[in-house]
């Protein structure tokens, strides 16, 4: 089973174009306009094995919002498309991500639920051209639009840049956890339930 999709998203503020394949090799190409935006999904990508392909064109005249949010709400559709309804994936994963200073911790559910908790305290207000808050906005329409109840929080760290990278990086490592086939449940979605 290819474990792989696309997705084309258009509204008025934003086009955006997604191609993911779940067993890849961190095989990536992005261009979302934004430069740190375009640095941390090369990181989702690298670090999760997950071959990432992302065109993105928005508003970023008005200001970054609309790119940032839509291109999560983009991967996050397409990621979930790929899964094929999530049939044999472990389910539950989690990292400890250390960043120079920074230590950071991702934990999450791939249950069809989605849920953010995100406690990082950034003490700048832009990282490059991109404004700090986005960057919860931008895990918010992922774990929405993915279906995944995702847990992230900086335990400690100075320095705004690594405590983002740090963020993303234990994302793109729990996603691989999570989203392995089971070699012992290959065939069977992980819940009780019988679907997810």
């Known amino acids: 089973m290819k474990r792989k999709a696309e997705i084309s998203r258009k509204t008025k503020e934003t086009k955006i174009d997604v191609a993911i394949n779940i067993d890849g090799k961190g095989n990536f190409k992005i261009d979302t306009g934004?430069?740190?935006?375009?640095?941390m999904l090369e990181q989702l990508s690298k670090h999760s094995s997950i071959d990432l392909k992302v065109k993105a064109k928005g508003d970023t005249h008005i200001d970054l919002h609309h790119t940032t949010e839509d291109t999560g709400?983009?991967?996050?559709?397409?990621?979930k498309k790929a899964s094929k309804k999530?049939?044999?994936i472990k389910r539950y994963a989690h990292a400890m991500i250390p960043m120079d200073e920074t230590l950071?911790?991702?934990?999450?559910?791939?249950?069809?639920?989605?849920?953010?908790?995100?406690?990082?305290?950034?003490?700048?207000?832009?990282l490059g051209e991109m404004d700090t808050e986005l960057f919860k906005e931008?895990?918010?329409?992922?774990?929405?639009?993915?279906?995944?109840t995702l847990h992230v929080e900086?335990?400690?760290?100075?320095?705004?840049?690594?405590?983002?990278?740090?963020?993303?990086?234990g994302l793109a490592r729990s996603l691989r956890s999570?989203?392995?086939?089971?070699?012992?449940?290959?065939n069977v979605i992980p819940s009780t339930k019988g679907s997810l």
């Open 86 to 88: 999530f049939v044999g």
């Open 104 to 126: 950071t911790r991702v934990a999450l559910d791939v249950s069809n639920r989605p849920y953010l908790i995100w406690k990082v305290d950034l003490k700048v207000e832009k």
């Open 73 to 79: 709400i983009a991967i996050g559709e397409c990621l």
């Open 34 to 39: 934004i430069g740190f935006l375009d640095h």
């Open 178 to 186: 999570a989203l392995e086939v089971d070699p012992r449940n290959k």
């Open 154 to 169: 900086n335990l400690y760290g100075d320095n705004s840049h690594h405590k983002v990278e740090s963020c993303f990086k």
């Open 138 to 148: 931008w895990f918010q329409a992922f774990s929405q639009a993915a279906g995944i």
